[in-house]
């Protein structure tokens, strides 16, 4: 579905990617980790050919960079982070402009078009919100409504960049089982960007980890979720426990009051 070969990015005289080489199925379900500044966004955003870059990604077969926004987009809906004020639409506006990889106009909508827009709504139980300005809604709605704008494109995979940095416990779980269902169920390929170790191993089947721009780790969750794999990634201490209720790994940051 997507294939890095040795991208690079500098801003100026510094390096944010190094090299990177990886593939990604329409099959997966994986996260890309790693301290800040590692250069996860910018290789979502090199996935997507967002960026100029060195080296090559290639979207089922076709050089990103031949290939327009709208054929893009039909094959992978992007959610960014949260950040600001979003523009002055209605949820259903917005999800509708979701449809613009399918339209030759930015807002007419097409016959057949609405069921498409309701059933992305559904999916992520926002449909409620259909007359809510965007503006008004919560982290947790906002992260919603944008992945439902995603949906809308009918993609066959989805690229998220940190979707739960601004979401409460509940709503990245709510997040997180939405994701799995999307999945699961409807056979969308997920690769999400994540500051949340145990969570991200929790769902994800294959762990993606930076540092300083390399690729240091593609593999499998559970065995990222090792204390040397963690140590070496973000250089503090850890302690990797099992989870009595499902065999399952959990990483913590080892320190105490006299190390803060």
Request: with cysteine; hydrophobic share 40%.
């Amino acid at each position: 579905m997507l294939r890095a070969s040795s991208v690079s990015v500098s801003f100026g005289a510094t390096p944010i990617l190094r090299e990177v080489s990886l593939n990604i199925e329409k099959e997966d379900f994986v996260s890309i980790v790693g301290p800040n500044g590692a250069g996860k966004t910018t290789l979502i955003r090199c996935l997507l050919g967002l960026l100029q870059f060195d080296g090559e990604v290639r979207l089922k077969d076709e050089n990103i960079r031949s290939c327009s926004r709208k054929k893009i987009a039909r094959s992978i809906g992007y959610v960014p982070q949260v950040v600001g004020m979003l523009p002055g639409f209605t949820v259903e506006q917005f999800v509708g402009v979701g449809r613009f990889a399918h339209r030759s106009g930015v807002f007419a909508v097409r016959s057949g078009e609405r069921l498409v827009i309701e059933q992305a709504m559904e999916s992520t139980n926002v449909e409620h919100l259909r007359k809510r300005e965007l503006s008004k809604l919560s982290g947790g709605e906002r992260q919603r409504v944008l992945l439902a704008a995603a949906l809308a494109q009918e993609p066959e995979m989805i690229l998220l960049d940190e979707p739960a940095s601004h979401l409460d416990p509940k709503h990245e779980v709510e997040l997180y089982r939405l994701l799995r269902t999307l999945h699961q169920e409807q056979g969308k390929g997920v690769c999400m960007v994540s500051h949340n170790l145990n969570s991200a191993a929790a769902i994800s089947k294959r762990i993606i980890a930076l540092k300083a721009g390399e690729l240091v780790f593609d593999g499998a969750s559970q065995q990222f979720m090792k204390s040397e794999t963690l140590e070496h990634l973000y250089d503090t201490s850890f302690s990797v426990l099992e989870n009595p209720e499902n065999g399952e790994n959990i990483a913590l940051a080892k320190f105490s009051r006299n190390d803060v």
